[in-house]
């Protein structure tokens, strides 16, 4: 299942006092989180995503995804301890001016489809990278 979710961070929110938002997983694996960025953040806007204390994405704890009109995405394999699960998503934003909002979007998978689900994706993405360098463009 995709859960889909957006979360406005005011100007001039801290880390420390970060927009939180949360959405319950019903299903047993977490496969992909993108996030879109819409134009005009530059960064400045920073999202995480948790499952209680400990951070989903990105995988290294205490930095966040940022970006500016792009779609940033995460292909992971992460096994929900409870259901339905609770995920968090936070967001702080570093722009003194402007409000900026991020598109989040959740893959969910139960166990059984979970697996070939990564695998497939995975290999898919190699072979776009090897025809990218091949051809030295994007497809």
């Known amino acids: 299942m995709l859960y ?3 979360i406005t961070v005011p100007a001039n929110t801290s880390k420390e006092d970060a ?9 047993d694996v977490i496969v992909k989180v993108s996030i879109r960025f819409p134009p005009g953040p530059s ?18 704890e205490h930095e966040w995804i940022a970006g500016d ?18 995920i968090t998503i936070k967001a702080y934003n570093l722009d ?11 893959l969910a998978l139960n166990e059984e489809y979970a697996l070939p689900h990564v695998a497939a994706s995975s290999a898919l993405k190699a ?5 990218r360098k091949i051809w030295g463009g994007p497809l």
């Open 96 to 106: 003194e001016a402007y409000d900026h909002t991020a598109l989040v979007r959740i």
């Open 43 to 60: 960064g400045l806007l920073k999202v995480a995503v948790f499952y209680g204390e400990e951070q989903i994405t990105p995988f290294h």
């Open 127 to 131: 072979i776009k990278e090897f025809f």
């Open 19 to 27: 927009v939180e938002k949360e959405v319950e997983i019903q299903e």
């Open 69 to 86: 009109d792009e779609v940033v995405e995460d292909t992971l394999y992460f096994k929900c301890p409870e259901k339905p699960c609770p």
């Open 4 to 6: 889909c979710l957006e």
